[in-house]
Nanobody, 122 residues
Framework: VQLQASGGGLVQAGGSLRLSCAAP????????VGWFRQAPGNEREFVAS????????YYADSVKGRFTVSRHNGNNAVYLQMNSLKPEDTAVYYC????????????????WGQGTQVTVSS
């Protein structure tokens, strides 16, 4: 499955963005989806994930209470709503998919999108 992440941009600290993960030509409801991010000089890290039906979600401690992952299977998309953004949230954000159980590790996901840049200014 090919994934496309979009919705990134430049926002001031305290602002909000909503990222989208689409799967053109595929049915995203067949997959659990995770969001990861990578800041310059850092390793890629887990942000959030959501199961196929949406009944299970996981969040990194650094984003709990600020980010919300959701899915709209009718739109064939998964979203990451990011509120109260901080400069340390600046990174390239990737969505990834698995047809197995979701988790928090990169190796648990088989399919990856190209990433979308999020920049939070102070």
């Amino acid at each position: 499955v090919q994934l496309q992440a979009s919705g990134g941009g430049l926002v001031q600290a305290g602002g909000s963005l909503r990222l989208s993960c689409a799967a053109p030509g595929s049915t995203i409801r067949d997959y659990g989806v995770g969001w990861f991010r990578q800041a310059p000089g850092n390793e890629r890290e887990f942000v959030a994930s959501i199961s196929r039906i949406g009944g299970t979600t996981y969040y990194a401690d650094s984003v709990k209470g600020r980010f919300t992952v959701s899915r709209h299977n009718g739109n064939n998309a998964v979203y990451l709503q990011m509120n109260s953004l901080k400069p340390e949230d600046t990174a390239v954000y990737y969505c990834a998919a698995t047809n197995l159980r979701i988790g928090t590790r990169q190796g648990e996901y088989d399919y990856w999108g190209q990433g979308t840049q999020v920049t939070v200014s102070s």
